[in-house]
């Protein structure tokens, strides 16, 4: 897993956008809090790593989004999302084989 600090991440950031140091240390600790992130010290700083692999927290977060977007208005969220699909002949035949995959499940 990779491991950072709060100074690793405002070097990085800062370079790409202004932002305040303060503001990585309370987004990361929120992250902590939520179990997204751990701390752990070491000597006089602290050590953040996830707790969950990356392709696992983009399901949880995909998930949570389109469950929010559903409970929204879900005629106008699935056709919003067709017509981005549709937009990308790829994307949409990903979307008919997911479908057919999900049809035959049942």
Same mark, same amino acid.
């Given at each position: ?7 690793? %991440?405002?070097? !990085? ?23 997204? %992130? ?8 602290? %050590? ?32 919003? !999302? ?11 035949? %990903? ?12």
């Amino acid at each position: 897993s990779k491991v950072a600090t709060v100074k690793n %991440l405002f070097e !990085f950031l800062s370079s790409k956008r202004k932002i305040a140091y303060t503001t990585i240390i309370t987004v990361m600790n929120r992250l902590v809090d939520k179990n997204i %992130l751990r701390k752990e010290k070491k000597g006089k700083i602290y %050590l953040y790593e996830p707790t969950i692999a990356k392709e696992k927290y983009k399901k949880i977060v995909s998930d949570r989004v389109v469950k929010g977007l559903m409970e929204i208005d879900g005629e106008k969220a699935i056709a919003a !999302f067709i017509d981005r699909v549709y937009e990308d002949p790829k994307e949409l035949e %990903l979307l008919e084989k997911l479908i057919e995959e999900r049809r035959n499940r049942d």
